[in-house]
T-cell receptor
Framework: DARVTQTPRHKVTEMGQEVTMRCQPI?????VFWYRQTMMQGLELLAY????????DSGMPKDRFSAEMPDATLATLKIQPSEPRDSAVYFC?????????????FGDGTRLSIL | QQQVKQSPQSLIVQKGGISIINCAYE??????FPWYQQFPGKGPALLIA?????SEKKEGRFTISFNKSAKQFSLHIMDSQPGDSATYFC????????????FGEGTQLTVNP
């Protein structure tokens, strides 16, 4: 089965450190999404890309977060500097444009804890 | 206008019973209504989705019922099984604009053996 792969699965670091999360979307999927899940806010869209171009990153705090797709097989989400309030599970999802710009397959997430 | 309200927050059903989860939306421009299933430690998985041109969609034991005039849609799980125990999220968006999905708060379903 094709799947979205995220690394690392878990990350614990101290506040102020840079955090990089990586995602390998399903081959052939041309839309990629980054979501954050917390108990308080639920699932929030941070950014999404179509054909590697960022289309919407309005959900992302621009001063510390950045999202890129250096190539079609890799998406990255960086936090610098990290803060305790960034602790959450971060999901990457991918989809195909011909199925609408919607996340069809999610990875298993990166559980991030900022101390 | 962007909210999707989901109920109940948690649900306990006996094996073989029917699980029903409800969602209500406000934005009449929404035209895509998916349901996601999430197991602990895993990402959400797209379960079933409906568009407003139909009132019902069935896939196996899972059925979405859609009421456009009431701006409500629901997920029915027939013959619920312990393996269905998970958190279920409804969502809505205006698909053609490529806009973001608005998720409901989630329903934690427990199916007792």
């Amino acid at each position: 089965d094709a799947r979205v792969t995220q690394t690392p699965r878990h990350k614990v670091t101290e506040m102020g450190q840079e955090v990089t999360m990586r995602c390998q979307p399903i081959l052939g999927h041309n839309t990629v999404f980054w979501y954050r899940q917390t108990m308080m806010q639920g699932l929030e869209l941070l950014a999404y890309f179509r054909n590697r171009a960022p289309l919407d990153d309005s959900g992302m705090p621009k001063d510390r977060f950045s999202a890129e797709m250096p190539d079609a097989t890799l998406a990255t989400l960086k936090i610098q500097p990290s803060e305790p309030r960034d602790s959450a599970v971060y999901f990457c999802a991918s989809g195909k444009r011909d199925r609408g710009d919607q996340p069809q397959h999610f990875g298993d997430g990166t559980r991030l804890s900022i101390l | 206008q962007q909210q999707v309200k989901q109920s109940p927050q948690s649900l306990i059903v006996q094996k073989g019973g029917i699980s029903i989860i409800n969602c209500a939306y406000e934005n009449t421009a929404f035209d895509y209504f998916p349901w996601y299933q999430q197991f602990p430690g895993k990402g959400p998985a797209l379960l079933i989705a409906i568009r407003p041109d139909v009132s019902e969609k069935k896939e196996g034991r899972f059925t979405i019922s859609f009421n456009k005039s009431a701006k409500q849609f629901s997920l029915h799980i027939m013959d619920s099984q312990p393996g269905d125990s998970a958190t279920y999220f409804c969502a809505a968006s205006k698909e053609t604009s490529g806009s973001r999905l608005t998720f409901g708060e989630g329903t934690q379903l427990t199916v007792n053996p």
